[in-house]
């Protein structure tokens, strides 16, 4: 989280989008509060006026005058709704719409360390917390800030000196409120962080869900809910302690305000003793009091809340982006040339040191190496995902463009990628094999053929239109991993990237779909990471990766002979295959 965030400066930039609208709805707010005061006197006049000669009084001007007086106030209550509510509806669809471009837009790998939970949060109660502030916060703020300046006024014009008895027991709530800020603030700040854990673990929980009770974790599941939801309460019921005493203090304050008045009226106070106007309008008025004194309470949780929900927000909009260059990349790819490349984390860390490895239109590498040795960091890396002031190079070029030149759009226009972690879809699996290009059922079937799917698929209810929920969760791992290839099949790429991909296959199903994209395109490049070393056979080169360095690079049966890391992941993968003893 950005340190320099400040919320201030944050609110007066989103007011500067609709500052037209904010500034007439807030001066409609200030001239009603402000007419809300004529009734008042208005009543005044009439209770002094009946006192002293009920006969003779005429009612028909101070009903006029009531009754414009209400009108008005009708008209501009009406303006600040259309001024200040429709705006905030505007700037949270806005903002809902920026940070989404700036989640697909951004720096790839610092994107990737946000935590779901948090993203989640930021784009659904976090948004609404900011946007409750921005309509209903801010009128309440200026109708409270307006209520406290013009009742003031309209008490010492009617009583005079005297009113500063009446107000002095309410300099007891700006010291209360003074204290129980920073409480109430620090609160704020650990509900809506534990309102991202709970998000997390929800979302944890709906994607895990078969996995957590086929290996029998729903009570460890279930007490880490039961856990967070206490740790939750307990943090809201700490900030309603503070409200309650803010409150509390409130209703003190009124109680003593009340009691000036009756002291005042008792002594015959010379306001007082010229009639009951004077009482019954300083009782009306110390009534409006309490609302703006009342809501302070109100205004200081959407504060809070919007102030931590700003927060959230700004760690996604301030995301750098994409350091894009302008030069467009060819159809057609000799080669890809790498020489002395270090790829950096966002904390520093050097994940790959001196890369060299250049690969030719038509060449089929294999990455090979234990967890962490960095197979994973590389395929980003050639599939455009880091950005430039993370990566240092001496040559880092596609044909004959660098990669810090290079229009990065034009790049994975021909690049299949898959991930590590499957991405599905919550759609149907026809969409998920072809999400960007038009449904063409023959070029589907063809690649469900390619991938081994054709006959999983034909089994299916509805074939290609069966949704397969969320995140595929009506789907095997090896299925899930074959939708994948498929995709990759029916994107026509010219540089396939396969992260792990074959992992969940069965050897034969493997070696089929290699074989395969063998055959498919001669001068396509694949570059497949993979701790299965079983069709790596025909590979053009098997390179092995240790700590982010390449330590070996030949061909199979070279590197099986000569090189231990590559004798045990073969062992490993021996060991694996061996039928369970009975």
Known sequence: MNDQFSFLQFLKSLIARRKWSYSGGIVSVILLDAVDMLPALLVKDITDQVQKDHQNFDVLPYSFALIGCYFLIALLRMGWRFLLMIPSRHIEQELRQEAYEKLLSSNFIKVSHLKTGDVVSSLSQELSNLRMFMGPGILVFFDSLAYMIFIPITLFYILGTAAAWVLLPFTLLIIVVSIVHQPIEKGFEAISKELGNLSQFVFEETQGVRFFRTEGLTQVRRKKYDYLLNSLLSKQLNVSKWELGLDSTLQLVLQCGYFAVLVLAWQGHSSMAQGLGALTVTIQLLDKLAWPLMSIGYIMDLYQQANNGAKRIHQITSLSGKKDGSINLSDDIEKIKLQNLNVFAVDGRKLLSDINLEIKKGEHIALVGTVGSGKTVLLQA??????????????????????????????????????????????????????????????????????????????????????????????????????????????????????DAISALDPATEKKIINTLRTLNKEAILVLATHRLSSLKNFDRIIVLEKGRIVKSGRFEDIRKDHELFRTLSQDEKESQKPEVP
Request: glycine share 6%; aromatic share 10%.
């Open 382 to 499: 050639l599939a455009g995902l880091w950005e430039t002031d993370q990566i240092k190079f001496d040559q880092f070029q596609f044909n004959e463009v660098s990669y810090d030149q290079l229009r990065r759009n034009s790049l994975l226009k021909i690049i299949s990628y898959i991930p590590q972690t499957p991405q599905i879809f919550s759609r149907t699996l026809g969409m998920n094999i072809s999400p960007r290009k038009k449904f063409h059922s023959k070029d589907m079937w063809n690649s469900l053929e390619k991938a081994d799917l054709a006959v999983d698929v034909k089994r299916l209810p509805e074939e290609l239109s069966t949704q397969i929920g969320e995140k595929g969760v009506n789907l095997s791992g090896g299925q899930k991993q074959r939708t994948l290839i498929a995709r990759s099949f029916h994107s026509s790429g010219k540089i396939y990237l396969w992260d």
